[in-house]
């Protein structure tokens, strides 16, 4: 059975050849001081901007100031949240160490 129209399975491990990691507050325009990190790459041919919810990169970034933060090749683990509303939203979990620096 299809979790969505189109949408077999919910979770991919794909190799990027370079991502990059922003730091920023998405809702401080309106009032909501609120960081997140954002992994941002490029696969197949499409360029993908999607939240980090791996706890432990989230930690380590969150701990750096706002802007872009390069990780280079990695893995990723790419998945469909809860639906929420009327989507379901992709998100990232990085496989791999962390960065020592």
Known sequence: MSLLPGIESSLRLIRV???????????EAFGSGKR??????EYAGSRYALWVTD???????????????????????VSLGEPFGDACYRLIAVAGSLPTS
């Open 17 to 27: 050849d370079a991502l990059t990691l922003s730091v920023f507050a998405p809702r």
């Open 36 to 41: 997140r990190v954002q992994g941002r790459f």
């Open 55 to 77: 706890p432990k990169w989230e930690r380590r970034y969150l701990s750096q100031p706002d802007g872009s933060h390069e990780v280079g090749e990695c893995y990723l683990t």
